[in-house]
């Protein structure tokens, strides 16, 4: 008979260098953070702006807490929403181009519901095999017939398009890919979309405030936001909040109104975090330096870590996975970072196939913090860590 034993699949997790603790900070995110008492430098957070702990954005949301107090009491369809959450729906559709956007609680609650809402029995989803998990989690909550294309492989995926014309079809599809820090060829895809009466999912959590101006990917290679095209971002990466959103056709907002379940039984985020990612937008509007000095961070690395002979291929943006050959190796080299002063998590199976180190910059990185860290990871390759 079958038994309970989670102390087995521990130590199982142990042998197999797999497991995984949480690793709590003190204090704020950003450059400079506190993890197990002490201060290192941070490559390991999503915050690509340094906007999690900006002294306009903190202003806002304390702002707002006095005027709308703290929590929301209620999902969005209740008495949750407030004129905040509208005016932020309004300015994402107006930063994309897109008819209507419809907030989520977060990018996980984004792609489960609509995913889930879109997708029916008579569905065939085509899913990128890099996919992050929350689209997978999307697709098998959704009726619909999953069907993986080889990771961005647009020959691959037209071939079973073709094979799969009697039902409806949607192409869903990370636009930067979460671990390697890739760009999906979005031009080809949604010339595969148009072709091929497709609907397009787009997963803008890592390009919403990196690429295009902030705007995303479409915006990045001049691609008009079509009819077809649904996207889905988060405001917790780049724009230092909280929540997401998808944007697109007003049908398909309304219709998620109706129909996608993490919205319907959910509180709504409450307005100071509302507030904070409507601040957040603006700031990214008017202050463009913010997002240059990303991209300048992420070359002064980039050519560094090329400079000392390792291979930063696939990436192409802020994210930039420094790959090793089992999870002992994931894991040490981790540790040897924290050692001399840097923070950059392992990352191994389930989330990954192949262990690395996942290094991502930020625009409040200082030159002397990159110099710093190459200085180290040369060492570290010294040493046989990678
Ligand atoms: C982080 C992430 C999500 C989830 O967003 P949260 O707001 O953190 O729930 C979804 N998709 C991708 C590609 C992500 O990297």
Redesign the pocket.
């Known amino acids: 008979m079958a038994k309970w034993d989670f102390e087995g699949y521990i130590s199982e997790l142990k042998r197999l260098g797999l497991y995984r603790r949480i690793n709590d900070r003190e204090g704020s995110q950003g450059r400079i953070v506190k993890v197990r008492g002490v201060e290192v430098v941070n490559f390991s957070s999503?915050d690509y702006l340094g906007l999690c702990n900006d002294s306009d954005l903190k202003e806002r949301a304390a702002e707002v807490v006095r005027t709308h107090g703290t929590g929301a009491g209620a999902s969005r369809l209740l008495s949750g929403g407030t004129e905040l959450h509208r005016e932020l729906e309004e300015i994402i559709s107006e930063f994309k181009g897109t008819e209507k956007t419809v907030l989520f609680n977060?990018?996980?609650?984004a792609?489960t519901g609509a995913i889930a809402a879109i997708c029916d029995m008579d569905t065939v989803i085509f899913s990128d095999e890099l996919n992050?998990a929350?689209?997978i989690d999307g697709c098998r909550l959704s009726r619909g017939d999953v069907i993986i294309y080889r990771h961005a492989d647009t020959a691959h995926l037209r071939k079973l398009i073709k094979d799969n014309l009697d039902r409806k079809r949607i192409i869903i599809t990370?636009s930067v890919f979460?671990m390697d820090g890739d760009i999906a060829p979005v031009q080809d895809l949604v010339g595969l979309a148009g072709e091929y009466d497709c609907l397009l999912y787009l997963?803008e959590?890592?390009s919403t405030g990196v690429l295009g101006d902030g705007r995303g990917v479409l915006h990045h290679y001049n691609i008009k936001p079509e009819p077809f095209i649904i996207q889905m971002g988060?405001l917790?990466?780049a724009l230092g909040s909280?929540?997401?959103f998808v944007t697109g056709r007003a049908e398909i907002a309304d219709f998620l109104i109706n129909r996608a379940r993490s919205l319907i039984y959910s509180t709504a985020l409450p307005a100071h975090d509302i507030a904070v990612s409507i601040e957040a937008i603006r700031k990214i509007q008017r202050d463009r330096e913010r997002i240059k000095r990303l991209w300048q961070n992420r070359e002064h690395l980039v050519s560094g870590l090329k400079e000392l002979g390792i291979d930063t291929t696939p990436s192409e943006t802020p994210i930039v996975p420094l790959i090793v050959p089992d999870n002992e190796r994931a894991i040490r080299l981790s540790d040897f970072l924290f050692e001399k002063g840097f923070y950059a998590p392992p990352v191994r199976m389930p989330t990954v196939k192949i262990p690395r180190v996942r290094l991502t910059v930020s625009a409040v990185h200082e030159d002397e913090d990159i110099r710093g860290l190459l200085a180290v990871i040369s060492e570290a390759k010294a040493c046989g860590l990678l």
């Open positions: 999503n977060s990018g996980y609650a792609n992050h929350s689209i990370d979460s997963d959590a890592h988060t917790s990466k909280v929540g997401a």
